[in-house]
């Protein structure tokens, strides 16, 4: 299974912007389908962004024009750039991967958004 180590979480104003990271294992890693997903307090986890192995990219529409994924094949990295940050995004952020290994997911990291 492929292993995945989100970092970058943390407490930030309204308005403000955090970069997270996600470090994978393995050595096809740009072959990996790479995905965001977070989950809020009592809430469902819902799918934030995607990136295919192409770079192709795909947001959830409340991300959309804030949000940035993108990755570094050569650092084994996912990342995720959050700007204009609001209230409403705060969740743990979690990485998820698809490989032929199969589906992995990091341990999660926390991002709060204050107003």
């Known amino acids: 299974q492929v292993q995945l180590v989100e970092s970058g979480g943390g407490s930030v104003q309204a308005g403000g912007s955090l970069r997270l990271s996600c470090a994978a294992s393995?050595?096809?890693?740009?072959?990996?389908?790479m995905r965001w997903y977070r989950q809020a307090p009592g809430k469902q986890r819902d799918l934030v962004a995607t990136?295919?192995?192409?770079?192709?990219?795909n947001y959830a529409d409340s991300v959309k024009g804030r949000f940035t994924i993108s990755r570094d094949n050569a650092k084994n990295t996912l990342y995720l750039q959050m700007n204009s940050l609001l209230p409403e995004d705060t969740a743990v952020y979690y990485c998820?991967?698809?490989?032929?290994?199969?589906?992995?997911w990091g341990q999660g990291t926390q991002v709060t958004v204050s107003s």
């Open positions: 998820n991967s698809v490989s032929p290994r199969g589906i992995s």
């Open positions: 393995g050595s096809l890693f740009d072959t990996y389908i």
């Open positions: 990136i295919t192995s192409g770079e192709s990219t």
